[in-house]
């Protein structure tokens, strides 16, 4: 099984600072035949479902803000979100969907400071 | 507006059954693997089971092999879950994930509200 390991496990910053969200997979994610990483970032609000934010590591889904962007590659990912807003304060889980069984990390939970 | 509705959940006694349903609309249903996540209280998410398309294909979390079934009914843009054998650590919100459709079934594209089924005596 990959493991899915998120970093750190809370942070806080402050409105309109830089977030930054770290996540380690156990093995690549990086499927080599078409240079995809099968990866995705989930944020999940109090009392709501996860939303789906990045897939492929770096692709937004449509409808979220510009200010979030996903990168890395291979076993190394990081979840940014530029200038955070009130209403970013959440949960974030990032998830491999390379292999079976697909795999979450545990979550890293965003306040403001 | 694509949407998905997950019903069944409850209280149930360790050893007992529960068949969890999920109706799915607003995108063709037949298009996309549908998937089944679960939430402890407190706790982050964990994948539990997946299902192709045409039902010909299935996987399952080692913790539920064997116990819990996931099936689907194109007819009635339906997905279920069957869960046996049910143990107090399968307590939790579970929800229902539509794949993304034409890209992978197994990005967790929409979520269902969830529905907790807690085990307990």
């Known amino acids: 099984d990959i493991v899915m390991t998120q970093s750190p496990d809370s942070l806080a910053v402050s409105l309109g600072e830089r977030a930054t969200i770290n996540c380690k997979s156990s093995q690549s994610v990086l499927y080599s035949s078409n240079n995809m990483n099968f990866l995705a970032w989930y944020q999940q609000k109090p009392g709501q479902p996860p939303k789906l934010l990045i897939y492929w590591a770096s692709t937004r889904e449509s409808g979220v803000p510009d200010r979030f962007t996903g990168s890395g590659s291979g076993r190394d990912f990081t979840l940014t979100i530029s200038s955070l807003q009130a209403e970013d304060v959440a949960v974030y889980y990032c998830?491999?969907?390379?292999?079976?069984?697909?795999?979450f990390g545990q979550g890293t939970r965003l306040d403001i400071k | 507006e694509v949407q998905v509705v997950e019903s069944g959940g409850g209280l149930v006694q360790p050893g007992g059954s529960l068949r969890l349903s999920c109706a799915a609309s607003g995108l063709t249903f037949t298009g996309d693997w549908m998937n089944w996540v679960r939430q402890p209280p407190g706790k982050g998410l964990e994948w539990v089971a997946s299902i192709k398309q045409d039902g010909s294909e299935k996987h399952y979390v080692d913790s539920v092999k064997g116990r819990f079934t996931i099936s689907r009914d194109n007819a009635e843009n339906s997905v279920y879950l069957q869960m046996n054998s049910l143990r107090v650590e399968d307590t939790a919100v579970y929800y229902c994930?539509?794949?993304?459709?034409?890209?992978?079934?197994?990005?967790?594209?929409?979520w269902g509200q969830g529905t907790l089924v807690t085990v307990s005596s």
């Open positions: 998830q491999q969907y390379y292999s079976s069984p697909i795999t």
């Open positions: 994930a539509r794949g993304k459709s034409h890209i992978n079934g197994w990005i967790h594209a929409y």
